[in-house]
């Protein structure tokens, strides 16, 4: 597991704060979202073969596909299976999002969450912003990886959704990798009210898609 220190790229003379996320490749890293100095943590992982071809299958033969539903960790199994087109991987692409599913419910004391399965065709959130909600569990399957930045300074919150976000610079935009399961806190976290995670949807080219799921409080 792995900190990161903050840099020195700032913008408006802000001071920036100590860098505000975690990084590792066991589960436990998902556990110190509770830690109060933490707004991020990331899973870094590789995709099965089994699971990216069907990742991969969905990605390219349903460029429309959506699934939004309200899931529970006894629930996801079958609404996965009843809504997903029939592949000879999709068993272990199901057991994949399952396991998302069992980690977020049991992280946070949930009985339902919200699950949504996209495969996306156009950028869906093209400007910085932070989330209302408490915490946001995102991963993408197949194509470019949400962007975010990470720590305060880089931007002026006021700049959000606004054309000034575009004074940030390019080398300080991270992303995550495509595999990677990140918790992102919103400005529903108590205590975090205006201060959530900073990120936007990584740019698409034409006919250029993603497979993206993230998991939501219901």
């Not at 429309?64 to 029939?86: E, T």
Request: aromatic share 8%.
């Amino acid at each position: 597991m792995q900190t990161y220190p903050a840099t020195d790229h700032s913008l408006n003379q802000v001071m920036p704060a100590q860098s505000t996320y975690v990084s590792g490749y066991a589960p436990e890293v998902l556990a110190q979202i509770y830690d109060t100095q933490i707004n991020m943590c990331i899973l870094q992982r590789s995709i099965a073969p089994d699971v990216r071809m069907y990742a991969a299958y969905l990605q390219q033969e349903y460029v429309d596909f959506q699934l939004i539903r309200q899931v529970s960790v006894q629930s996801v199994v079958d609404v996965l299976k009843g809504s997903l087109p029939a592949h000879s991987m999709s068993i272990c692409f199901i057991e994949d999002v399952a396991m998302a599913v069992d980690m977020f419910s049991c992280l946070f004391d949930l009985d339902q969450v919200g699950l949504r399965l996209l495969v996306l065709n156009k950028t869906m959130c093209p400007r910085f912003h932070a989330d209302k909600v408490p915490c946001r569990l995102v991963t993408t399957y197949a194509g470019k990886g949400t962007e975010w930045l990470d720590r305060e300074g880089i931007i002026d919150r006021s700049a959000l959704g606004a054309s000034k976000e575009s004074m940030v610079e390019h080398d300080i935009v991270q992303h995550l990798s495509e595999g990677d399961v990140a918790l992102l806190k919103g400005d529903g976290w108590e205590g975090n009210e205006g201060l959530g995670v900073i990120h936007r949807s990584p740019s698409l080219n034409d006919n250029e898609t993603r497979l993206l799921l993230t998991l939501d409080f219901v």
